[in-house]
């Protein structure tokens, strides 16, 4: 089946530093990703959607000056968290769709200290 | 807009039990439905979907689930669970435009315990 990769997979980072996450679809092209956080024991929440050529759509309360998301080409969309704070320590997973489903990176746990 | 519920956080379950994880969505249009399962630290695997056609679907590691339409429910069934079941399951629901997909709508899952 189609494989989503994330780098890194874990990071840890003071508070203050900015941090960025890549999502790559390592044998299929993605238009489009989706990246979604996901805080312990908790659901995934859809934080944006990520666009090829064009900017992401974020979705309602989550912020763009934050999270920052570039899709520079048709396999690799990054996240960057800036000036990121121990409120955003969570694990952040994205996914890549195809003509009938989506699939899933193997996540990015980060902690800011 | 979609939602989904997830009826159940936790369903503790012996080995070689059946087990049927509780799944109902709402929207206000139509939707394609998917379970998908997490194990600990890890990211999510597709378990099955319903995109069309037969309600009745089947997965992998023995899992299927039967999407309900009347009663707005996709419930996720096996008929004999095993230790290495044990993980937290997902129900989403996703929109399918023409131009392509839209992001998922989770549920708040529900941890599979398979008890000995």
């Known amino acids: 089946g189609a494989v989503v990769s994330q780098h890194p997979s874990w990071v840890i980072c003071k508070s203050g530093t900015s941090v960025k996450i890549e999502c790559r679809s390592l044998?299929?092209?993605?238009?489009?990703m989706f990246w979604y956080r996901q805080f312990p024991k908790q659901s995934l929440m859809l934080m944006a959607t990520?666009?090829?050529?064009?900017?992401?759509?974020?979705e309602q309360g989550v912020e763009k000056d934050k999270f920052l998301i570039n899709h520079a080409s048709l396999t690799l969309s990054t996240l960057t968290v800036t000036s990121a704070h121990p409120e955003d320590s969570s694990f952040y997973i994205c996914?890549?769709?195809?003509?009938?489903?989506?699939?899933f990176g193997p996540g990015t746990r980060l902690l800011v200290l | 807009a979609q939602s989904v519920t997830q009826l159940d956080s936790q369903v503790p379950v012996f080995e070689e039990a059946p087990v049927e994880l509780r799944c109902n969505y709402s929207?206000?249009?139509?939707?394609?439905l998917f379970w998908y399962v997490q194990y600990p630290n890890q990211g999510l695997q597709l378990l099955l979907k319903?995109?069309?056609?037969?309600?009745l679907v089947k997965g992998i590691n023995g899992f299927e689930a039967e999407f309900n339409k009347s009663q707005t429910s996709f419930h996720l069934r096996k008929p004999s669970v095993h230790i290495s079941d044990t993980a937290e399951y997902f129900c989403?629901?996703?929109?399918?435009?023409?131009?392509?997909?839209?992001?998922?709508?989770f549920g708040k899952g529900t941890h599979l315990i398979i008890q000995p």
């Open positions: 996914s890549a769709p195809t003509l009938e489903t989506q699939y």
């Open positions: 044998d299929f092209q993605a238009t489009t």
């Open positions: 990520s666009n090829e050529g064009s900017k992401a759509t974020y």
């Open positions: 929207s206000s249009v139509s939707v394609y």
């Open positions: 319903y995109l069309s056609g037969s309600t």
């Open positions: 989403a629901v996703s929109r399918w435009s023409g131009g392509g997909a839209d992001g998922l709508t």
